[in-house]
């Protein structure tokens, strides 16, 4: 399966990283996100996160990832950066489905799943585990199964269960849109 489609940005709503850039859902999870790496980390954590976009979340939180985390963003898209997260490890043009991250502790993937087929979903966490890393930091859904969907990637964005088969990952803190995982 290709996702060559994606490799121009987003073309359906707002911004070039799509809804996930607004506001109202940025707060939110950047607030999550916090509470979960600490919650998992020891120590200074090294992350990965996958579909990083243009890094727009972390505007407000970029001193807290400078300092205490070495953190480097992953994206398909090749894209300028927000303004104040210039300094923070960015590889464009990196497919999680394909390629391996660097070795880490903890991967943040934030509303990037939704946008693939459970096939892909499950070679990106293949990926994941081949980094080393022990937890997976991700948007979460509820779902009694994942046979219904999509087949192919897609802008439109389909929720997922991380805790169903195919992915049976064990959930071990949710906030509610958002779940830490073990790999």
Known sequence: MSHDN?????????????????????????????????????????????????????RNHYA????????????????????????????????????????????LSRLVFIHLPNS???????NFRATGAKFLIASAYSLSNNDSRQQAPSYVGQPYDLTQAPFNLEAICSTGRNALFAL
């Open 6 to 58: 994606f490799k121009s940005g987003w073309q359906h709503g707002p911004g070039v990283c799509g809804g996930g850039s607004l506001d109202e859902y940025i707060n939110l999870d950047a607030n999550e996100f916090m509470f979960l790496i600490a919650l998992a980390a020891t120590g200074k954590p090294v992350i990965n996160e996958a579909g990083c976009g243009d890094l727009f979340w972390l």
């Open 64 to 107: 807290f990832f400078e300092h205490f985390v070495d953190y480097r963003g992953y994206e398909l898209n090749a894209r300028e950066l927000h303004e104040n997260c210039d300094s923070l490890q960015f590889e464009p043009n990196f497919d999680i489905c394909t390629r391996v991250m660097r070795p880490c502790d903890i991967i």
């Open 120 to 126: 892909m979903i499950a070679q990106a966490l293949v």
